[in-house]
């Protein structure tokens, strides 16, 4: 497998780096000043591409390698993917599914109980040395609040038996009302889940569909009370409504792993309170990490020796 030209588009994992380096023809795309500068020399030889959430593949890069057979994308989502493209080229597609679950599901419930409780406030107020001043003003209990989740595949499912186990009723919306989903309430639309619920979860994948879900309406039934948290990708939410409605306190607070344009911040978002950020760290631990680098190899070593691929998207 050493001759088989394999490129990854962002330096997302060193140890994926070496393992690929180790069975494949590594090209690295950042160590090329562009795209067309590398194409123009290593097109022919790449018959992988390996890409994540930052850099995918786009219809343009697809067209620009004439060999390729397979994009395997470390992560779950796949909405950085041109599936129509790789569908019309029968090129194959495969993510990490399962192997991150946990970590992205105890994320959405640590976002949950840092906004209730005010953690990361509440730390900067003892480093800062406030606590010799005074107490630290009252917080909001998070066991017991009525918990919606938008999307209840693996993360979701996963989000709502831990947030189960904090005594929360959850309710959820999908397309499709789930007969494994036990006691969760299903609501046909997300306003109506949004209006029954305190905390409103966002764990779905983003896809035309979903883009902008979560939208003025949504954030209106949730109220002022209500608490949004957002582990599933930035453009489900209408950002611009989600800060405007931060501000104005007809939102009571969020905790958002993934925003609109992330990297970039808006200055409002920053100097709010109420919100707790951090920065699309969801599957972003050693262990899982590992294990997403196993699967993507995996799923490619299964291509090139003929066999099953393990994580198919396409
Ligand atoms: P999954 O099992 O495929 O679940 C996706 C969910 O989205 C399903 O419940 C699906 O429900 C729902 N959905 C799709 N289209 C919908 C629509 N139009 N309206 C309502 N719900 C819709 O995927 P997963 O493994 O749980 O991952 C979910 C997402 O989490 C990924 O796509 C990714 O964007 C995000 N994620 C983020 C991080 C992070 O670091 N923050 C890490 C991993 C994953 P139905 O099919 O029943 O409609």
């Given amino acids: 497998m050493e001759s088989i030209g394999v490129l990854m588009t962002y330096p997302m994992n060193t140890n994926l780096e070496e393992q690929l380096s180790n069975r494949f023809n590594l090209f690295k795309l950042?160590?090329?000043?562009?795209?067309?500068?590398?194409?123009?020399?290593?097109?022919?030889?790449?018959?992988?591409?390996?890409?994540?959430?930052?850099?995918?593949?786009?219809?343009?890069?697809?067209?620009?390698?004439?060999?390729?057979?397979?994009?395997?994308?470390?992560?779950?989502?796949?909405?950085?993917?041109?599936?129509?493209?790789?569908?019309?080229?029968?090129?194959?597609?495969?993510?990490?599914?399962?192997?991150?679950?946990?970590?992205?599901?105890?994320?959405?419930?640590?976002?949950?109980?840092?906004?209730?409780?005010?953690?990361?406030?509440?730390?900067?107020?003892?480093?800062?040395?406030?606590?010799?001043?005074?107490?630290?003003?009252?917080?909001?209990?998070?066991?017991?609040?009525?918990?919606?989740?938008?999307?209840?595949?693996?993360?979701?499912?996963?989000?709502?038996?831990?947030?189960?186990?904090?005594?929360?009723?959850?309710?959820?919306?999908?397309?499709?009302?789930k007969p494994e989903a036990g006691s969760y309430k299903y609501y046909p639309n997300i306003p109506d889940l949004a209006a029954n619920s305190q905390i409103l979860v966002v764990a779905c994948a983003l896809t035309d569909e979903t883009r902008h879900i979560v939208n003025r309406e949504v954030i209106d039934a949730l109220g002022p009370k209500g608490v949004i948290i957002n582990i599933g990708r930035g453009p489900i939410i209408d950002q611009p409504e989600l800060v405007a409605a931060l501000v104005e306190r007809r939102l009571g607070g969020a905790g958002l792993d993934v925003l609109e344009n992330e990297p970039d911040v808006s200055e409002e978002l920053i100097g709010l309170e109420n919100v707790v950020l951090t920065p699309h760290i969801g599957s972003d631990t050693v262990e899982t990490c590992n294990d997403m680098s196993d699967l993507l190899i995996a799923n490619l070593e299964a291509h090139f020796n003929g066999k099953p691929l393990l994580a198919p998207v396409l």
Avoid at 63 to 86: A, Q, R
Avoid at 117 to 134: F, H
Wanted: charged share 20%; proline share 4%; glycine share 6%.
């Fill in 30 to 177: 950042w160590n090329y000043p562009s795209f067309q500068s590398f194409s123009e020399t290593h097109a022919n030889s790449i018959r992988a591409l390996v890409c994540n959430t930052k850099i995918g593949a786009d219809a343009n890069t697809i067209d620009s390698l004439p060999n390729l057979e397979i994009v395997s994308t470390y992560s779950v989502g796949f909405d950085k993917i041109d599936l129509k493209k790789c569908r019309e080229k029968g090129i194959c597609v495969t993510n990490t599914p399962d192997v991150l679950t946990d970590d992205v599901a105890d994320l959405a419930i640590a976002l949950a109980l840092a906004v209730f409780r005010k953690i990361p406030m509440s730390d900067g107020y003892v480093k800062s040395e406030l606590w010799k001043c005074s107490d630290y003003p009252l917080t909001s209990k998070f066991s017991g609040k009525a918990v919606g989740i938008v999307g209840l595949g693996r993360i979701g499912s996963a989000i709502a038996k831990r947030a189960a186990a904090f005594g929360c009723p959850v309710s959820y919306h999908s397309r499709s009302e």
